[in-house]
């Protein structure tokens, strides 16, 4: 097996400094801040990834025929989420996770 | 020579002189440089790379005229094509940015802490990248002979020239900033002809709001039924709910496992930086992908539209095929419809003799044989690709126009090309040359063995380019059920579930990789063995495009249940875990090589 990279700061061992790169002031690095830290990334994925779901599979495919009727602008609701909406709000989610996740970073400050 | 042929030349000329001036100016001396472009990529342009490299001569040429004959179920593509960055962007591409090496296969061999995972992974991307080359490279051929009037063989033979040149001398970073140039021609030759086409039919200059408020859709639909079609926004009129769902599914996850797109994020100079790449590649495939569905639909209105008002004022005899010269209600020719006709890809055959030419449902021609009609009404053949193609001259677009789209096809074709190759050759040269034989490899014997491997990656493709089998076309598609079946769930749960370890990830990667690949064989036996018959029609109602859903869901099963039944991964490769949860110290792991 080849050497895995080492991270700069282990979630083992209390107290161990964080970063280094840019030095003092930093927080204290625990364990039960990673795990803290990693609940709040998975919560926003699991927002984001249910809004993701809604829009393309259910609006667009699986109420397809329920849906048809219902109209935004001239197009059946279904076709609209199927063909245009759902690829807006997959752009609109990237961006809200990497605003999201920016504040996060700073909160708990691991930003790079 | 024509205008357009004068005009596709200077074009064309001066697009690839660009892109030869990038590549050499971009050339690299590490491996560093080579595989990752030296990390140094910013977030809009990695994005620019990304969408230029992920949309392919498929996306740029054929998929237009997919959804136009689909209908509704070409949300298959459209959905299948962009969701996958939703989960690269939350899922996978800021972890892998701050493992931080080279290769999808890095990944899995070092997290999975066996050379057996990291073969694996290696040969996976072979695979995929494989089946998906071959049809980039007669796109850049078929660009070639339609517009430039070179023969297919010799298109090929130009295209593998450039992409050998800047791919070699520049590794990835010639090809990064090779394709945001692409990415910026291709994205405006096919936006011109479609803002063009759209302002003739409903005077709104942007295609999206056109196609959603203006009443061309409603038209095509009654206009659709008065044929004896089915309204065109139906849903699942070609292909079963079930099967609509799995393909997207499976093109969604299979987006997010190609080694050519996942290998882009780990160019970036930070996680954040990685997150934001993955936003602005679908901000920008999101151009292309929100129009294609407009241009579709504007296509198709304009197709029926003029067929239905035009009358036969000529009839040429051809070899091949009969040439009907149409002319407008005004007498105007309609000369889009003979020149295309000229190329093959459209047919009429005024089979009742009215003077009309009439497009109904069904096939109108026994196979390509245009001499040969059927006895359904139908009287039209045309080839999907037309309709992106033909589109300039539909709306009587200036020659130079028409010039463009020749480059912006070419772009689409030769970015994502120069993708494949690199991520096919590093599989090779870095995985399993480097990483498996010889760990002792000096730095110079590896920029000798990824330079070698391009070169031949580039003349195996071109072989499959002059001398495509008869299944490629079928198969392409197929890559991305190989890349959500093996690839995807590996690094999915290498990341998110710390208990996954090397017997899970082998396990599950080869019942994910055998499931598909037998499934899709036996459903295509037919073209790939010559069977007279599929061995298989579908499985539970799933298709071969579909099939790939099931192999990954096989392979997260196999995998969880695996790891659990064996010993948990070492401490080493838990630390491995915690840290590319982190985004701080994105830049510490070169050391580490």
Known sequence: MTKVATPPKKSSGKGAQGGGRRGGGRQEWSPEKASAYWKRNLRLIGVLLAIWFVVSYLLGLILANMLYGVRIGQLPMSFWFAQQGAIFVFVILIFVYCWLMDRIDKEFDVHE | ?593
Request: charged share 10%.
């Open chain 2, 1 to 593: 020579m024509s205008d357009v042929q004068l005009w596709t030349y200077i074009v064309v000329a001066i697009t690839f002189a660009f892109y030869i001036w990038i590549g050499y100016t971009n050339r690299v001396r590490d491996t560093k440089g080579f595989y990752v472009a030296g990390q140094g990529v910013p977030a809009v342009a990695n994005g620019a790379a990304t969408a230029a490299d992920w949309m392919s001569a498929a996306s740029f040429i054929s998929m237009a005229g997919l959804i136009s004959t689909m209908g509704f179920d070409g949300a298959i593509y459209l959905l299948g094509w962009t969701g996958g960055y939703v989960l690269l962007a939350l899922l996978l591409a800021p972890y892998l940015r701050k493992f931080g090496k080279y290769t999808v296969p890095d990944f899995v061999g070092d997290r999975y802490y066996s050379q057996t995972a990291r073969l694996i992974a290696a040969i996976a991307t072979i695979v995929v990248s494989l089946t998906y080359v071959a049809g980039q490279m007669r796109g850049v051929g078929i660009v070639f002979s339609r517009f430039v009037g070179l023969p297919i063989e010799w298109g090929v033979v130009v295209g593998m020239a450039i992409v050998a040149f800047f791919a070699m001398l520049g590794g990835m970073k010639g090809i990064t900033w090779t394709q945001v140039a692409q990415y910026a021609v291709l994205i405006v030759a096919y936006l011109i002809p479609a803002v063009a086409i759209g302002v003739v039919l409903t005077g709104n200059p942007i295609p999206q709001l056109s196609f959603t408020f203006s009443d061309i859709v409603p038209r095509l639909n009654a206009v659709q039924i008065d044929l004896g079609f089915k309204e065109y926004t139906q849903p699942f009129q070609s292909k079963t709910q079930l099967d609509v769902l799995a393909i997207t599914i499976a093109l969604m996850v299979g987006t997010a496992g190609l080694p050519h797109v996942i290998t882009r994020f780990y160019t970036t100079p930070t996680v954040r930086a990685a997150r934001y790449s993955a936003g602005w590649a679908l901000l920008f495939i999101a151009l292309l992908y929100t129009t294609a569905p407009a241009i579709a639909a504007f296509a198709r209105y304009n197709l029926i539209d003029t067929l239905q008002n035009a009358t036969v004022a000529n009839v040429i005899e051809g070899e091949k095929q009969n040439i009907y010269e149409l002319v407008y209600p005004d007498g105007t020719p309609v000369t889009w419809a003979t020149s295309w006709q000229r190329t093959g890809l459209l047919a009429f055959y005024d089979k009742n003799g009215d003077g009309k030419i009439e497009l109904r449902p069904g096939a109108a021609f026994q196979g390509r044989n245009f001499k040969a009609p059927t006895d359904g009404p139908n009287e039209v053949f045309f080839d999907n690709d037309i309709i992106v193609l033909a589109n300039p001259e539909i709306a009587q677009l200036a020659p130079i126009v028409i010039a463009l789209v020749a480059a912006g096809g070419l772009a689409a074709a030769l970015s994502t090309a120069s993708g494949l190759l690199l991520a096919m050759s590093s599989a090779v040269s870095h995985d399993i040359y480097y990483r498996i034989l010889r760990p002792t490899a000096t730095e110079r014997q590896r920029m000798i063995a990824g330079r070698t491997m391009i070169l031949i990656a580039i003349l195996f493709a071109g072989y499959f380019g002059i001398n495509p089998p008869g299944f490629v076309s079928q198969v392409v598609a197929m890559a991305f059920g190989l890349a959500a079946a093996s690839n995807f769930p590996a690094i999915l749960l290498g990341i998110f579930d710390k208990r996954a370890n090397t017997a899970g990830a082998i396990w599950g990667m080869s019942v994910g990789l055998v499931f598909t690949l037998a499934m899709i064989l036996m459903m295509k036996s037919n073209v790939i063995f010559g069977t007279p018959a599929p061995l298989l029609n579908d499985f539970m109602g799933i298709s071969a495009e579909g099939i790939g859903t099931i192999g990954m869901i096989l392979n997260f099963v196999v995998a969880f249940v695996v790891s659990r039944m064996t010993a948990p991964p070492p401490q080493e490769i838990q630390e491995l875990v915690e840290s590319v949860r982190i985004p701080r110290g994105a830049q510490v792991v070169e050391g580490a090589h």
